[in-house]
């Protein structure tokens, strides 16, 4: 390796993944460290002078094709790479006053590169573009008066949202009222959302009051939506819109109208946001990943929506394991997903590794939008306008297990067709409010899986048949398909050996949902037992 027979540098402690590359948790408030060590083994000495130097550099990337258009293609399929450096920090490892004399051996040189508070956006890899992260360890020394001469590696380092950072997000609760007086042409409506701050798995919810329409309501339409945003030369803006909705919900009225004086028509809208498919939110100086609850109200008099309401939405990233073990490669999070992949990734923490402690956050403090830049940044994307841009209109999912998948619940009477459940009332209701059957939403079924975790014993091979069913009913699972464990006598031994396939055409679970969330399960505690014999080995 050049004037070098060994010239590498790892990552200590919290800051080394099992692969041996680095990690790093900064930003949100919270400063750290980076903490590694240079390994030097040089044939020939050095002079007097030479020094190590560590240098961390953070970039964010777009990808543009020659007409100057996003280009969705990735990195080696693009015409121009837009960059922008947005930190940049330096320490010295050691200085060799003396210069260095080998004897042979591999000298081992230790550092602490400090990481400040702001600034630092957690590791992003889209097709559009990405954030990222270099540590350039350079050894630097002269020959002579004249000529400087220098060698150095360059190795990725991710970066991820603290967990400090992530508990700060979810107690700052972030409620939304917006209310649109009634026109002649415009219906009257208020939406309220008690917090807008959410893991991916949780639900949202949103009371909904339509006071006055100026002619008779055909339909109500409710998403949750995510697009990324990408900027290139110029301020040049390209969106990235995902396939489909994390969730939605269509409701069709058998032609209703509301007037002055009539009693206000009610939802209690209850949406999950999928896991599979959720990003955390992201601002970072050329990408940012936005989420919203997207409400439009069509009237009789159009197929354009009457009213569209647009309430920003924060998803806060889970929680990592930066106090317990190594993070895998954040290339390989949307891998890990069953369904259809996103083209993007961001390192946001293991998307299946939540705390051990449930959260039990308060939810009824006052906070302002103003408080959080991610919020301060949506407030001033809330829309409530008439037509709605054909690229931000409804979709409906068409792929079946992706409608069983959704899971979503909702409190809507009347001839609504949602994904995940059909109201069994054909009935329309003025006011009605139901809750999730899970309990809160706030809490995500993730969270359950690890409480329980901890009060079964750390091998799932020994549970035995009822602390089996323990486990499938913390996934969320009902009742009847817990007793189909119980009742086959699935034990530890076989529980782990359960296929996708198993689960649907030997034990019946009829589902998607409820088969996608116990394979889940499996396939975390099978990396668990993985991740404990690579430490034990």
Known sequence: MGRFDVFEVKGHGKNLRADGGIVAYAGWGFSSSIEGCVKLKAPKPLPRGAKIIAELAGMTSTYWTYGNKLNLEGKDKTATVHTQQ????????????????????????????????????PSFEGTGGRVYYTLKITVTWSESLLRATTEDIEVPVFLFVPNNGVNKLLKSVSRFNHE??????????????????????????????????????????VSIRSEVRYLGPSNKEGIYKFPR?????????????????????????????????????????LISVKTRLQVNIVCDNSESPNITLQVPLMIVPLMS????????????????????????????????????DPLSLPRGQSFSLDQSPLIRSYSNDFQSSSP??????????????????????TSFDGNASQSGSVPSSPTMSRT?????????????????????????????????????????????APEDVVQLFTGEDIDGSIFMSLTMEDLKTVLNIPMFSHRHRIMKAIQELENSIARKSSHSS
């Open 86 to 121: 947005f930190q940049k920090l330096q320490v010295e490892v050691k200085s060799f006053a003396d210069g260095l004399v080998p004897d042979g051996s591999v000298l081992k040189y230790p550092f602490e590169l400090a990481l400040p508070s702001n600034g630092m956006f």
């Open 388 to 409: 709605v841009s054909p690229n931000f209109g409804p979709r409906r999912i068409s792929e079946a297990s992706m409608q069983q998948g959704l899971g979503v619940r």
């Open 432 to 476: 009605r409010s139901t809750r999730s059957s899970r309990g809160s939403p706030r809490v995500g079924y993730l969270d359950a899986i690890e409480a329980v975790k901890s009060e079964l014993p750390s091998d799932p091979m020994s549970w035995t048949t009822q602390q089996v069913g323990m486990f499938v009913q913390a996934t969320g």
């Open 245 to 285: 909705p994390l969730s939605e919900i269509n409701e069709s009225f058998a032609l209703i109208k509301v007037n002055n004086g009539d009693p206000a028509l009610t939802r209690k809208l209850v949406l999950l946001i999928d896991p599979t498919l959720a990003q955390p939110s992201l601002e970072s100086p």
């Open 321 to 356: 394991s930066e106090d317990t073990q190594p993070l895998p490669d954040p290339s390989d999070l949307i891998n890990q997903l069953a369904l259809p992949p996103s083209p993007m990734s961001i390192a946001s923490g293991s998307p299946r590794i939540i705390p051990r």
């Open 180 to 221: 649109v007086p009634p026109s002649q042409e415009k219906c009257g409506v208020s939406i309220r959302v008690p917090t807008t701050n959410f893991r991916p798995g949780d639900s949202v919810e949103a009371d909904l009051a339509i006071y006055f329409t100026p002619f008779k309501i055909r339909m109500l339409q």
